[in-house]
């Protein structure tokens, strides 16, 4: 019985065996490009939409949910860097940082690591943005990137990945969404 679920397991979370690398690799850059995009419309409008004053600034709504959820809650609540500061100057660093990495995916350098700094940076944002984050497509791009991470080959200089293929589950949950 062991052995059964085991190999139930390995089939699910285990390399893919078609060799999806190349598309693998197609479609990271890809999302990198879109993360690009992303961060550099919101370079030319944080300030204005949530900046300290901007038409809905992020420090009166975190000081709101503050009050709502004491504790650690309000991180679970609104998982943002900008609990750290919300001044125009944290605003573009986060920003820029999400640009910088979504090149660096771009260029293939050390995806996981990359694609995790876009996302935290992307999440920031959204969870921060109340009206201004009400999109399909931003809780689309959430979940791609959140997805990628489990799909993005190990390492510095990956490559192709062909040391660490798809898992089958990460291929399967960007097929489905």
């Not at 791009?141 to 990956?158: D, K």
Request: glycine letters at 10%.
């Amino acid at each position: 019985m062991a052995n059964a679920a085991q190999r139930l397991f390995y089939r699910i979370f285990g390399p893919e065996k078609q060799g999806h690398l190349l598309p693998r690799w197609i479609f990271l850059r890809a999302l990198g490009l879109i993360y690009f995009s992303a961060f550099y419309s919101l370079l030319f409008q944080i300030r204005g939409l949530i900046g300290p004053d901007g038409v809905l600034p992020a420090q009166k709504y975190l000081a709101a949910v503050a009050r709502s959820f004491p504790g650690w809650e309000r991180f679970w609540f609104v998982s943002s860097l900008f609990w750290f500061s919300s001044g125009n100057h944290m605003l573009m660093a986060v920003t820029i940082a999400g640009l910088i990495a979504s090149l660096l995916v771009v260029a293939n350098v050390w995806p996981r690591m990359t694609l995790f700094i876009c996302f935290l940076c992307f999440l920031s944002f959204v969870t921060a943005a109340g009206d201004f984050s009400n999109y399909q497509s931003d809780g689309m791009l959430l979940e791609a990137g959140f997805i990628s991470l489990f799909f993005a080959p190990r390492g510095l200089w990956p490559g192709l990945g062909t040391t660490t293929p798809p898992s089958s589950a990460g291929l399967f949950l960007l097929q489905w969404e």
